[in-house]
């Protein structure tokens, strides 16, 4: 083990986001002027400015606006913020597991809104008087049920046999493009057990668990996970913290993916019409604490000859960053060419390389 792990740049998506950060101040000067209805307008502006051109009434305050397999009915009416979700139809599906575990995504993960049973069909639901409907708190609300739509349509479909009241709006990828995704895919897997098999061997076991966790964000980074494979990557990532058997569980969710076969694959590989993002905007300012921490960590570990635990700290925290965020156009850039640059090389060759990026973002 010489050689720093190899780079795969993500085959499609977009890794900026579309969320327009300089809408924010507007959003904010609205709610400090107690003009509700207005803010709730900039936070779409902010979001998509397509919003309100196409999905909202003539009036303005009713919106039906699509995101992957569900529509968010939103309707700001008698001083009353409301958002409707139509999920799933459980007609003709497994209802009393189904329903348990309803009832327990209730409690967990969902905070805000909750899931209701309406004749037979499972939606989420949130309403608020519109003098509450303080920014962050309505950002909140649409993502928290944009996100877990997504994440669990597919499981209620796949476990439960519900069933999708909305068609999901997907762009499936190209045949060539499923034939990269699974070759990338399999020699990251294969490129993660052979580090953690020789980091076992030395009894390396903290290096083999950040490789491991390595690996998956890859994987997430390279194929930019959808579906039911992006829920079964996740959970490999938090059980991969688990105090017993977190390896293991993650090996399994590599032997599990391989031997699914490119075809399972390719029905997780496509871009879906999003109107939340899951992931969180940022920008370098936001970050620059931690990239400077990062730098010194690894500096640290640079000078002192450790080469391998100098990558390992910068291979851990900026594959992180891109499994958490989206990020500046030029920040994305400055990242993807250190991580291209430094691929493949020796452990002494890239930490030099990874340093030099971390530091041109928090010297910037």
């Given at each position: 083990?010489?050689?720093?792990?190899?780079?795969?740049?993500?085959?499609?998506?977009?890794?900026?986001?579309?969320?327009?950060?300089?809408?924010?101040?507007?959003?904010?000067?609205?709610?400090?002027?107690?003009q509700y209805h207005k803010t709730i307008l900039n936070l779409f502006d902010y979001?998509?400015?397509?919003?309100?051109?196409?999905?909202?009434?003539?009036?303005?305050?009713?919106?039906?606006?699509?995101?992957?397999?569900?529509?968010?009915?939103i309707s700001m009416h008698d001083s009353y913020f409301k958002v409707t979700c139509?999920?799933?139809?459980?007609?003709?599906?497994?209802?009393?597991?189904?329903?348990?575990?309803?009832?327990?995504?209730?409690?967990?993960?969902?905070?805000?809104?909750?899931?209701?049973?309406?004749?037979?069909?499972?939606?989420?639901?949130?309403?608020?008087?519109?003098?509450?409907?303080?920014?962050?708190?309505?950002?909140?609300?649409?993502?928290?049920?944009?996100?877990?739509?997504?994440?669990?349509?597919?499981?209620?479909?796949?476990?439960?046999?519900?069933?999708?009241?909305?068609?999901?709006?997907?762009?499936?990828?190209?045949?060539?493009?499923?034939?990269?995704?699974?070759?990338?895919?399999?020699?990251?897997?294969?490129?993660?057990?052979?580090?953690?098999?020789?980091?076992?061997?030395?009894?390396?076991?903290?290096?083999?668990?950040?490789?491991?966790?390595?690996?998956?964000?890859?994987?997430?980074?390279?194929?930019?996970?959808?579906?039911?494979?992006?829920?079964?990557?996740?959970?490999?990532?938090?059980?991969?913290?688990?105090?017993?058997?977190?390896?293991?569980?993650?090996?399994?969710?590599?032997?599990?993916?391989?031997?699914?076969?490119?075809?399972?694959?390719?029905?997780?590989?496509?871009?879906?019409?999003?109107?939340?993002?899951?992931?969180?905007?940022?920008?370098?300012?936001?970050?620059?604490?931690?990239?400077?921490?990062?730098?010194?960590?690894?500096?640290?570990?640079?000078?002192?000859?450790?080469?391998?635990?100098?990558?390992?700290?910068?291979?851990?925290?900026?594959?992180?960053?891109?499994?958490?965020?989206?990020?500046?156009?030029?920040?994305?850039?400055?990242?993807?060419?250190?991580?291209?640059?430094?691929?493949?090389?020796?452990?002494?060759?890239?930490?030099?390389i990874l340093s030099t990026s971390l530091k041109k973002l928090f010297a910037n």
């Amino acid at each position: 083990m010489t050689e720093s792990i190899k780079f795969y740049r993500n085959l499609h998506g977009n890794l900026q986001g579309t969320l327009n950060t300089d809408k924010w101040e507007e959003v904010m000067m609205a709610w400090n002027n107690k003009q509700y209805h207005k803010t709730i307008l900039n936070l779409f502006d902010y979001v998509n400015p397509e919003i309100i051109k196409v999905f909202g009434n003539a009036s303005l305050t009713e919106f039906s606006i699509p995101h992957g397999s569900v529509v968010l009915n939103i309707s700001m009416h008698d001083s009353y913020f409301k958002v409707t979700c139509p999920f799933m139809d459980i007609s003709e599906s497994l209802k009393l597991p189904l329903l348990r575990r309803v009832a327990e995504l209730n409690f967990h993960p969902l905070t805000l809104a909750q899931i209701k049973l309406n004749k037979d069909k499972l939606e989420f639901q949130y309403t608020m008087p519109l003098p509450m409907a303080e920014p962050f708190k309505v950002y909140e609300v649409l993502r928290e049920i944009c996100k877990y739509a997504d994440w669990y349509d597919d499981e209620f479909r796949e476990k439960f046999k519900a069933k999708n009241i909305v068609e999901p709006k997907v762009t499936y990828l190209q045949p060539d493009q499923v034939d990269k995704a699974w070759e990338q895919t399999n020699a990251i897997i294969d490129e993660t057990l052979s580090y953690i098999h020789y980091f076992e061997s030395q009894r390396w076991y903290g290096y083999a668990s950040d490789y491991l966790i390595i690996g998956l964000k890859r994987i997430d980074l390279l194929l930019q996970t959808q579906g039911f494979l992006k829920n079964e990557l996740e959970t490999a990532i938090e059980n991969t913290h688990s105090a017993t058997g977190g390896l293991e569980k993650g090996k399994d969710f590599f032997s599990k993916l391989k031997k699914g076969g490119k075809d399972a694959l390719a029905k997780n590989l496509y871009q879906a019409v999003t109107f939340i993002p899951e992931k969180w905007r940022t920008n370098l300012h936001h970050i620059k604490g931690g990239i400077e921490d990062a730098y010194n960590n690894a500096e640290y570990y640079h000078k002192n000859l450790n080469y391998l635990a100098a990558c390992n700290a910068m291979h851990f925290y900026i594959y992180d960053l891109f499994y958490k965020n989206n990020l500046d156009a030029h920040v994305n850039e400055i990242l993807l060419e250190g991580l291209a640059e430094s691929s493949g090389k020796t452990w002494k060759e890239a930490s030099a390389i990874l340093s030099t990026s971390l530091k041109k973002l928090f010297a910037n």
